[in-house]
């Protein structure tokens, strides 16, 4: 799969915190399986499946994977761009597929998102706050997608006193001081690909002030593939990229960045 020097060293906790094992992208169940094969190939112990994103079915799907595989944990919800779908008999189907052995670790992605506005922003809002309430109901923390809302996601969050369940803000590609506003109401972020890009000055910037017990690192796969392996599509196996250049601003090795990422993502999905 790889012809590069793996960049964290064998036997260091690697966790993707933030992937779709999705059939939709992955082809079919031996696609996903070889998926994780190769996640676990180059050190990644446990993946976070994220159960939204491709409609309601995507919770089924990821439930399925994480059935599968002992490595790897679910997480259901709707995401903002399918929130046109949302309906309360919908979400207590997705919540009824956790078992004690295949439990629902979060609810989401779920949040707002203004940049593609492919639901109405009044149904995104709806089907925000209703899984919100859903997951301060059952106790489970909350994945967040927030792309140009202009802070309105953050005001939900505070609306409905997310934060006391756990808020983690996935794919964070905000500023400096909106991490700081989400850190200081005690949520995290989860660093993606993108602080491996060229342009990703901000998000580097972000990653070395981040508060360290705050971050998570993820793949966000099939999108925002890390360099060095750009044009290819993004897959568990390369989280420890992100966990590298991490370390890199911050001064520091790609082993004791994976490692904190790893309890951090034990600690919030409670695993």
């Not at 997480?75 to 207590?92: K, N, S």
């Not at 992605?109 to 997951?135: C, I, K, S, T, V």
């Amino acid at each position: 799969m790889n012809d590069i020097a793996p960049p964290v060293l064998p036997g260091t906790p690697l966790i993707d915190s933030h992937c779709h094992l999705d059939t939709r992208v992955w082809e079919d169940d031996a696609g996903v399986d070889a998926v994780v094969a190769r996640a676990h190939a180059a050190g990644v112990s446990h993946m976070i499946a994220i159960g939204s994103g491709y409609g309601f079915t995507s919770g089924h799907r990821a439930h399925a994977v994480a059935a599968r595989h002992a490595a790897v944990h679910a997480a259901v919800g709707l995401h903002p761009h399918d929130a046109a779908e949302f309906t309360d008999e919908r979400m207590a189907d997705l919540i009824a597929l956790g078992t004690p052995e295949t439990p629902i670790l979060a609810l989401g992605e779920m949040g707002l998102d203004y940049h593609y506005d492919y639901a109405p922003r009044d149904q995104q809002r709806l089907a925000f706050r209703a899984q919100l309430a859903l997951a301060r109901e059952l106790g489970l923390p909350v994945i967040i997608h927030d792309r140009e809302s202009g802070g309105e996601t953050l005001d939900v969050l505070d609306e409905m006193r997310a934060w006391d369940t756990g808020v983690l803000f996935h794919c964070y590609t905000g500023d400096v001081a909106y991490m700081q506003a989400i850190t200081a109401r005690g949520g995290l972020i989860s660093i993606p690909g993108i602080v491996t890009f060229k342009n990703g000055d901000t998000m580097r910037e972000v990653a070395a002030k981040a508060p360290i017990d705050r971050i998570l690192i993820e793949t966000d796969s099939p999108f925002l593939t890390p360099i060095p392996f750009r044009g290819r599509k993004n897959e568990p196996a390369y989280v420890g990229y992100v966990a590298a250049k991490i370390a890199e601003v911050r001064g520091t090795t790609p082993e004791a960045i994976a490692e904190v990422a790893a309890e951090n993502t034990r600690r919030y999905f409670r695993f």
